[in-house]
């Protein structure tokens, strides 16, 4: 029996890191599968996040199809970005905010596999508190805060993700924790440098 995981086109446990560093390509095909992971969530209050992610998945894209060789990796994409005026980054500001959204979207899977009781209106607002709230302004907010209220029963959610529950339980803990360290990688890279200055 097929599950929501089983569909992707690319999971995040098949990124491959060279060196540490994030294979550009692979990690925006993951990337992708995840945006479809909203659609589950059944509301158009996600359409704003899936908007979202998808045009920093394009930016991205653009940067990877113009420079395959300097943007072959996400390290590499942002360092050949790096002297280049605020103007002329807009891949890394892509990454940057992309990567602020695959942030969100762990903190609420882990949320949500670490408190069974929570349903995900619960979890989803607990994660954006953690994670995006602190990027947006107070015209942002109000539509996120919609968003979280428009999630399904946690229940219904999980019947979405496939019959086989306890594969569908595997195979999130595998795609949550391959994630969460792409995740942790892009951050610490950022911080690192500070890539993200004025971004």
């Not at 005026?85 to 990567?99: F, N, V």
């Amino acid at each position: 029996m097929s599950t929501f995981f089983d569909g992707m086109k690319k999971s995040f446990k098949d990124v491959p890191l060279v060196d540490g560093k994030i294979a550009t390509d692979e990690f925006l095909q993951a990337s992708e599968s995840l945006i479809k992971l909203f659609d589950l969530l059944g509301s158009s209050a996600f359409a704003v996040v899936q908007n979202d992610m998808q045009g920093n998945v394009d930016k991205i894209r653009k940067k990877l199809l113009e420079s395959p060789v300097d943007a072959a990796t996400l390290q590499d994409l942002v360092l050949d970005e790096k002297d280049a005026s605020i103007k002329g980054k807009s891949a890394t500001q892509g990454l940057l905010w992309l990567s602020r959204g695959l942030q969100f979207t762990a903190a609420a899977m882990r949320e949500t596999v670490d408190n069974p009781d929570y349903e995900l209106t619960k979890a989803f607002t607990n994660a954006y508190g953690k994670t995006l709230s602190k990027h947006h302004s107070f015209v942002i907010k109000p539509i996120f805060k919609l968003a979280m209220k428009a999630c399904p029963y946690r229940a219904d959610f999980f019947k979405k993700l496939g019959d086989d529950q306890e594969k569908v339980t595997a195979q999130l803990l595998e795609w949550l924790a391959s994630l969460e360290n792409i995740v942790k990688i892009i951050f610490s890279f950022f911080e690192s440098g500070n890539y993200g200055k004025g971004l």
